[in-house]
């Protein structure tokens, strides 16, 4: 009776009936999020919100919507794939934002130009030895920067055994004193030509779409992802297992930290600044994209698909406000609400699915 | 010191605060020879075996394994000088399903990439379904995370895991405490298949029958401490119950008194 | 018309009165429709705004930018759809560059602290304090105009702007915050420095000092405190004769101009490309002037 | 043997020996740190951090200094209490300090004076029929406001099932608009004689004071402290043993809720002034205080002792850094290093125990 | 319905997804009657219980309880109702230490003042010691936390949380399955009481010698279906072994063949 691909018998298993992924659930919620802006921009705006009803575009979409609910949210979410993994592993990392704001300030100090309209450079943090360097410098310096933090917090947290909470709180404290010390709080901007490219266009989209596919396989073929998961499931039994938690822990923190160091490199060349107040709260939008996208806070259940799905979550919600030009105060109390709903919606399939 | 003992431990003392747990244990185990440890609950058994695993850091004591002595910096070190554990809380990942738990901490891999070594899902699952046949247990889907597991499903994955792996020294906390009647005599089977090969095991079980069939030798704790060392044709169960409530402890041991 | 507004943040005092300025002003004009969207002191979320302001096809946008360095990305999404873009209150770095359809209304804020500080000098030569030692509460130093007004400060000091010679016992920063602020007054009154004047990069933290000093009996004739804003409550305090400088910001003026050059580029005329708000200085002898301007 | 008043017989159990009280540890960690600064004090600074070395005030210490240490951190600490039990219970509270500003500015609006300087009130947000009322309303609606936000987290958590840290995440973001939509953004200023009382002065360390014990004394003796220590310990076996969880937990963030009006009442009161951006970031701080504290964030464990302990490291931090007049940023650098090393001392002291 | 009945359920079914952990069970038990329980690990039986202490939601079945159809909202409603489990899972919370989980959920109290009652720490010590003597367990400070317990205390503290209160219907999943000798005999005097006083009890249990000594009837559990019911008069333990491997299966029980 029992099926023998799925198990060694016992009772009886219906493969039909299995759950469903719970990244359909957020998928679903997200059709239902766009399908509420556009009946909404039908009634009171009289205008689609994702399609191109005034042939601007010479396409059945608004294609400048398209992309914008994409790219406004490809920051913060290559920051959130970091924060998928660490999370995963039952861990929490609250330093990323401030990571993005000192790493920030410190490769851009690399990607200055020497002169802007024939002038020398007016905010350039360095002197001029650090003027016109290939661009490999300061995307080498930002990963490098990235990682450091990271692999600070991982140590800290796998080797003295704190709380992730703590010590990425502690890393948030510092790195945003950090970049303020670093200028003195003033801003840098006027970066090389390569350098601008890294962030420009559709550039952040792609970027973000590259690594989550790449931490996709990583998580779900690799050994790497799994102990990930086993870790986050149940230390004790991970480690009684024979993984080494310890050293584990600082790598997923030190890569969580790179992924911040590349967010900031392509944040500072899309905005062609960096200055010390960026990437502010960056990191709990990035917390309520995983989460929003599945990931379990107390570990060990997640995956990048939830949380890209997050993501766009986020990405429509933004821009669904502006299409329906809501009062900006009413924007944050509905996005407030909707962070709340999109995850009960998750919750209450879950719990019909246990009745059936 | 004498090349036959796998496993030797003198003074080995672990307190909790104030909690005397484990008591001066003198201990020792030879090359294929079976032990049971019996006693209370409470007594120190668990304790014994997460001061020579390396679970937990000795309060004081010295442990020689293999020849040498040892000071394991913690459970994978144990593991790889050849001690395989059940611990009596299994210590499972409850969110990972049944293959990834049984080979947690030693996968099988298809490329080696360091950390980022790619698995081998195919050949790790059809292992894990020859490893439990062996345990008689029945899984109707495997895919499932062990959270969703009977109390001795997660027991049989327990030893599966440590059952489909050689070793030195097997050490098996109340293994079968969950299991049914027809599982217990299947990992009864497993024991034996150890003694044929030649590997020592060291079991924890309250199971009198279940140690007077399977060991060469019973030891009791009491109180922390050990209170008799019983070569099984030398004794039997009224015997052994004696030592385990107190009403008898052999002379060499008797420090209560003194 | 639609016209798109990203203001920097909308939990700031100065701004919220140029804020709600334009709002009232667009709403006594026929067929102007304003949309306001707070960027949350994060240049990123601005540059997104703009972008969505022009995926929703606006005829003209405003930015008040958060990092005014930040501000050729802005221009170039801006006229990249060919969209007219006003920046207001802080001036753009790209200010001699802008495109043809762009245009700036601001204010310098190297006056600002220059005015406030020569003013709280002139005040230490009249009661004869020389040398006069003052403590410096600086805004949130991820922000130009609290780098900048603190900078004013070293400048009149080293270019011999300042009547008397004027030493700083230290510098902190409150973040622009009243709370901030009387908490550290406390802990620098705790010191027991003598100490004869605080100068603030705003009136919230020149309030803020205020009231740490009453607290601890402090007279303030004897202490000169200035501010930056004129705002209500520094007023208020300038009238009870606790605050002695604060230099007033034109937020209505600079609303205004703004909402004008916006309308003007979408309906393609012609503008000035930059037009300067000055700022003005506001002591008790002619705060009447400013009382229900801030 | 066995000492019967400890258990019931078994191992030799040693009462002298057993482990000391968390909350030594963290003591230890606060007299550590004053001991740096003193030290530090004396030499770079020629002054003593702590005592009166000048004959200033009379008394062996600097009472002005011991003041401000407590004064500074009363409010969030007020807040922390709160957190401390909603952390006990294995929740979070990411919301107490958007709530601090939205309850500020509607309690303050009920709190108006007619007249100043013998002008009319220049930022009054309701109109005259809400100035000069009594002390009692703007009060009784300060705490309400709090109730009610409370009430909603505890509603969502309990009864949805979502996790707190979006629940509370959603209310930070939503409370966060409603302080700014108050009053479209104006601040409001310009209390009663009698609401200026509640925050003047030392008020705001007697009221701090005041919550303290209360809590203490409710966590400690009370049932709903040992259901808050359940539930926080594991959620299912509470459920199982026959408490009604779901209703619990509403109770818990209720009362969090509450004092965060609370907190707001004597914050506005102290600072004569209501602003939408009150209160930013004071979540951080009082789960940070708590923490220190020793308040496990994985439920469970911890004391009202630890938090205000953890708080007073906190106020002994931020008045020790004015002494050394370190600048702003080494500041923040600073301190996100002392955070974590209090907790690591912390962690130490449990490793040497674990070793006796 | 008969009046003599305490609980019974039709059709009692409980779907996991796609595992069909208990199928249609029927099943009924009368005032003062023992019944054991038996089965495979994974056949369906801790299911059993979750669905009608209401832990879970039942995919669909019918179940009364003293005279009446019940559908509990939850556990505490099931407690309420009378009816007393010790979970396989034992349900302690970790941090607490034992009286406070003896009395979690229904604390003694000095003042009541509703959710905000002042507890009386002193009368729960006095009547934890009270309650765990009655299991023999001994354990050296009842203040530690429960995490600090070994197995067979932690089982000790459910058991004596159950045995100090009164009911209609006493659950036990595997009661004794990590206790010792002694510990064994005491909580199996426990349930003598319990049949003198005249409640009703069932007990899961894999000890066949356990289920003969204390209890009147045992149902057999086969993968999530109900396959005997029998009165121990007319069976003995080589008949119950062939129920639960399969090898027997009483006609009325037969739905595998239809
Ligand atoms: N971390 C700890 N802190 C304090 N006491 C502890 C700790 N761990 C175990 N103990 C105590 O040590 C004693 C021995 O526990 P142990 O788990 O070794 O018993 P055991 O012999 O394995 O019992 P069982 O048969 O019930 O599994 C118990 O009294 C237990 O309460
Ligand atoms: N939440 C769940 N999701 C999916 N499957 C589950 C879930 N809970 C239990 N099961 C499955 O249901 C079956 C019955 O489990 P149950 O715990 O009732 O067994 P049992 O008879 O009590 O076994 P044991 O004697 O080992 O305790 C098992 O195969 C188990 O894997
Ligand atoms: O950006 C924030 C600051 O902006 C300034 O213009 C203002 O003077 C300050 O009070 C502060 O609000
Ligand atoms: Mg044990
Ligand atoms: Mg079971």
Known sequence: MADTTHGIGGLTFDAKKRNWPNEANIFIALLLIIGVFELLGHF??????????????????????????????????????????????????????????????????????????????????????????????????????????????????????????????????????????????????????????????????????????LFHLLLKYTLYGKHTYAIGSNESAARMSGINVARHKVLIYTIAGVLSGLAAIVLSSKNLTAQAGMGVMYELDAIAMAVIGGVSLSGGRGSVVGTVLGALIFGVIISGFTFLRLDAYYQEMVKGAIIVAAVVLDRWRHYLAALR | MDNDIVLKTQGLTKHYGGVHALQDADFEIRRGEHVAIMGDNGA???????????????????????????????????????????????????????????????????????????????AMREATLRGLEKTAVKIPNISQPIRNMSGGQRQCVAIARTATFHSKLTIMDEPTAALGVQETAQVENIVRTLKASGESLILISHNMRQVMDLCDRIVVFRRGRVVANLRKEETDGQDVVAYITGAKTQSQYDVEAA | ENIGVSMALFDDNFLTVLRNGMIAQAKGMEGVDLQVEDAQNDVAKQLDQIKNFVASGVDAIIVNPVDTSATEAMSA??????????????????????PDNQAFVASDERDSGTLETMAVCDLFAKEGKNPARVYVMMGELSNQAAVQRTQDIHDVMEGGKCAVKLEIIDQQTANWSRDEAQDLMTNWLSTGERFDGVISNNDEMAIGAIQAMKASGLSMKDVVVGGVDATQDALAAMGAGDLDVTVFQDAAGQGAGALDAALKLAKGESVDKKVYIPFQLVTPENMEKYTSKN
């Open chain 1, 44 to 213: 009171l705006m009289g205008q689609s919100f994702l399609f191109d009803t005034r042939g601007r575009f010479g396409s059945i979409f608004n294609e400048a919507r398209l992309e914008i609910i994409i790219l406004q949210v490809s920051i913060v979410g290559i920051i959130a794939i970091g924060v998928t993994q660490v999370i995963i592993s039952s861990g929490i990392d609250l330093s990323s934002g401030s990571v993005v704001g000192a790493t920030a300030m410190i490769a851009m100090s690399f990607a200055q130009v020497a002169e802007v309209n024939g002038n020398p450079n007016p905010t350039t943090a360095l002197g001029s030895w650090a003027q016109d360097l290939p661009v490999l410098v300061p995307v080498a310096i930002g990963l490098l920067c990235g990682l450091l933090a990271g692999f600070v917090n991982g140590v800290l947290i796998a080797y003295t055994g704190i709380p992730p909470f703590i010590a990425t709180l502690g890393m948030m404290v510092t790195a945003r004193g950090v970049s303020k010390w670093w200028t003195a709080g003033k801003p840098i901007s006027f970066p090389t030509d390569s350098y601008k490219e890294i962030g420009s266009g559709l550039m952040p989209v792609v970027i973000f779409v590259g690594v989550a596919i």
């Open chain 2, 44 to 122: 120190g058994k668990s304790t014994f075996v997460r001061q020579i695993t390396a679970v937990e850091q000795r309060t004081r004591g010295t442990v020689w394994f293999d020849g040498r002595e040892v000071e394991f910096d913690g459970p994978l070190e144990a593991r790889e000088a050849g001690i395989e554990t059940v611990f009596q809380n299994l210590a499972l990942a409850d969110d990972l399903n049944v293959p990834d738990n049984l080979f947690l901490g030693r996968e099988k891999i298809k490329f080696n990439l360091g950390p980022f070594s790619i698995l081998d899902y195919k």
């Open chain 3, 77 to 98: 999404a801006a006229s990249a759809a060919g969209v007219p873009l006003v920046y207001v209150n802080r001036e753009p770095v790209n200010v001699d560059s802008l």
